[in-house]
C-alpha cells in the first residue's frame, strides 16, 4: 500500500522544553493510524506538524512524497487541499450558524454557487447523522454534536487525509463510542486516511489500524492494537486497562504503582 | 551594571520586534486589500458595527465636546465683547483637532478593544488554525475587512461628530451668552476652510487604521486563554491611545 504521509526525524522545542525528539512515522494510504500518548505529550503538536500549521526545527514531512516543512503561505494551501482536521476543542466559529460553518471553506473557495454549498452542507450534515440543525448556533450544541459538526465541516471540502485531535476527549462514554463508530464509518464510506491523536486507549483499539506510542516526545513503538495488547514494555502498559497488562505482564512494576496511586 | 544593560538590549529587541510584527501586519492588510471587492459583505457588516453602531456614543460625546468648548470660550470672550468668536474657536477646534482624536479614541476603546477580544477568543480556541486548516487567510478573512471598515468609516464618523458639536456649541452660546445662531455659524463659515476639514479627515482616516491595525494585531498575537484575550485588549486600548496622540503631533506637524 502507498505510503501518504512520512514524518522523517522531526525534533520541536518550545523554549527549553524539548516536545517532539527525533519522531518518525509512516501512513499508510487508507489507513487509521493513531497516535496515543499522555496528555502534554505532544501528540497535538505533531499533528499540527503534519497539517502544516507548525514548522519543526529539524526534520521534514512528506505528504504523497511532497515536502510541507519546506512550504509557508501560498505553497501550502494546495497541500491543504488535502486536509480536513477535527480539533481537541472542536473549534468551531462562535459566530456562524451550524450550514455557515460547514460551509465556509467551500464558500471562501468561491468556486460553488450557493445551492451547491446548501447541498454540500447537506450532505455532510447527514454524513455525521446531524439532518436539520443547519440553523443551529454551536452554543446550541452539546459536546458531541461539536464534535461531528466539527468533522461535518472538515468534510466539507473532500479531504484525502482528516486528522482527530482527541475525538473523544469530555465526552461521556455512549457519546465516545458514537463518535468512534462514526469515525469507522467514515473511513469505510470515505476511504480517506486517518491520523488519531488520543489519550483514550479504548478509542485507539476501536478505531485504530495501528497504533504509535508517543512517549515523553519520542516514538517508542508503532503496533497493531493486537500486538499492543500483547506487549510486556512497561511505558505501553501505563496506556492499557488493569485486566489486559495483567493478562499478558502480570506483576509489572508500572501497572503496580499506577494502581498504588 | 550588565545586567541592566542585558535588560535595556532585551526590551529594546522586543520593542523592535513588536514595531516589526506590526509593520508586517500591515503590508500583509495592504496586500489582501486586492480582494476587497470580493469581501464586500464582510467590509460592509463592520462598517455597520464601526459606523453606525458607535452614532448614539459619538453624538453623546461630541454634543458635549461643543457645548464645554462654547461654555469656555463664551466665559473668556464675554470680558472682551468678543462673543462672536465663539463660533470659529468651536468650529477650528471640533473639525481640526477635537473631533478626530476624540472619535478615534472613542473608536479605540469600543471598536479596536472588541476587535482584538474578537480575534484574540478565536486564537485561543484554535477557531484560527481551523481557517487555515480550511484554507482561508486569517489576515484576508478577518482583518482586511476590519482595516477597510475602520479606514473608511470613522471619516465619516467625524464629519458626523464635527456637525453635532458645532451644533452643541451654537445652542450653548444661545442659552448661555445669548449669541444669536446666525452670528455664531458666520463667524464660523468665515473661518473654516475645505482644508481644515480635510486635515481633520486624513487624520480620521489614519486613526481608523490604527484603531484596527492594534486591535488585530493584539488579537493575532493573544496567548493564554481568557486571561490572554483580557491582556490584549487592554493593550489594544492603550497601545491605540498611544499611536494616534504621537500621529496627531506628526500629522499636525506636517499639515500646518
New interface residues.
Given amino acids: 500500500m502507498k505510503t501518504k504521509i512520512e514524518v522523517l526525524g522531526i525534533s520541536k522545542k518550545f523554549g527549553d522544553h524539548q516536545v517532539l525528539r527525533d519522531v518518525s512515522l509512516k501512513v499508510k494510504e487508507g489507513e487509521n493510524l493513531v497516535i496515543i500518548g499522555s496528555s502534554g505529550g505532544g501528540k497535538t503538536v505533531l499533528l ?1 506538524h503534519i ?1 502544516g ?1 507548525l514548522k519543526p526545527d529539524s526534520g521534514k514531512i512528506l505528504i504523497d512524497g511532497e515536502e510541507v516543512t519546506d512550504k509557508d ?1 501560498f505553497g501550502l ?1 494546495p497541500l ?2 488535502k ?3 477535527v ?3 472542536s ?4 459566530s456562524l450558524t451550524v450550514a455557515e460553518n460547514i460551509g ?2 467551500p464558500r ?3 468556486i460553488y454557487t450557493e445551492k451547491e454549498i446548501k447541498e454540500i452542507v447537506e450532505e455532510k450534515l447527514q454524513l455525521v447523522g446531524l439532518e436539520g440543525i443547519g440553523d443551529l448556533m454551536p452554543e446550541e450544541l452539546s459536546g458531541g454534536m461539536k464534535k461531528r459538526v466539527a468533522l461535518a ?2 468534510l466539507a ?1 473532500n479531504p484525502e487525509i482528516i486528522l482527530y485531535d482527541e475525538p473523544t476527549s469530555e465526552l461521556d462514554p455512549p457519546t465516545a463510542h458514537t463518535i468512534n463508530q462514526l469515525i469507522l464509518n467514515l473511513k469505510e464510506k470515505l476511504k480517506v486516511t486517518s491520523v488519531t491523536v488520543t489519550h483514550d486507549i479504548n478509542c485507539a483499539y476501536f478505531i485504530g489500524d495501528r497504533i504509535a506510542m508517543l512517549h515523553e516526545g519520542k516514538i517508542i513503538k508503532v503496533a497493531t492494537p493486537e500486538e499492543i495488547r500483547a506487549s510486556c514494555d512497561p511505558i505501553v502498559g501505563q496506556f492499557l486497562t488493569r485486566d489486559e497488562w495483567k493478562k499478558g505482564c502480570p506483576g509489572s512494576p508500572g501497572l503496580t504503582e499506577r494502581n498504588d496511586a | 551594571m550588565k545586567r541592566s544593560l542585558s535588560t535595556i538590549a532585551n526590551k529594546s529587541s522586543a520593542f523592535f520586534q513588536t514595531v516589526g510584527e506590526y509593520l508586517r501586519l500591515l503590508l500583509n492588510i495592504v496586500y489582501w486589500c486586492k480582494e476587497a471587492f ?1 469581501n464586500t459583505g464582510s467590509i460592509i457588516k463592520q462598517m455597520a458595527h464601526i459606523g453606525v453602531d458607535t452614532l448614539p456614543i459619538a453624538s453623546v460625546m461630541a454634543f458635549f465636546v461643543g457645548m464645554v468648548l462654547a461654555l469656555h470660550s463664551g466665559y473668556q470672550f464675554a470680558k472682551f465683547g468678543a462673543e462672536e468668536w465663539i463660533g470659529r474657536l468651536v468650529g477650528l477646534s471640533m473639525v481640526k483637532e477635537l473631533g478626530p482624536v476624540l472619535t478615534g479614541l472613542l473608536l479605540a476603546g469600543r471598536v479596536g478593544s472588541s476587535m482584538a477580544a474578537e480575534i484574540g477568543t ?1 486564537k485561543v ?3 484560527l ?2 481557517l ?6 486569517p489576515v484576508r ?1 478577518l482583518a482586511m475587512p476590519r482595516f477597510l471598515a475602520s479606514l473608511i468609516m470613522l471619516p465619516v464618523l467625524v464629519l458626523y461628530a464635527d456637525v453635532v458639536g458645532i451644533a452643541g456649541g451654537a445652542l450653548t452660546a444661545a442659552t448661555y451668552v445669548n449669541l444669536e445662531p446666525s452670528v455664531y455659524f458666520d463667524s464660523l463659515f468665515k473661518t473654516l476652510t475645505f482644508s481644515d476639514i480635510f486635515e481633520g479627515l486624513i487624520k480620521a482616516a489614519f486613526f481608523g487604521a490604527v484603531v484596527a491595525l492594534t486591535g488585530c494585531y493584539k488579537g493575532f498575537k493573544t496567548t493564554g486563554g481568557a486571561r490572554g484575550v483580557g491582556k490584549a485588549t487592554t493593550s489594544s486600548v492603550v497601545l491605540s491611545f498611544l499611536i494616534i496622540m504621537i500621529l496627531d503631533y506628526v500629522i499636525t506637524r506636517i499639515l500646518v
Wanted: no cysteine; aromatic share 10%; glycine share 8%.
Fill in positions: 499540527k497539517i500549521l503561505g494551501k491543504r487541499k486536509f480536513g482536521m480539533f481537541q476543542s473549534a468551531l466559529f462562535n465556509l471553506g471562501e473557495a468561491r465541516r472538515s471540502m | 470580493k478565536m480556541s484554535n477557531e488554525d481551523a487555515r486548516t480550511l484554507r482561508i487567510n478573512y
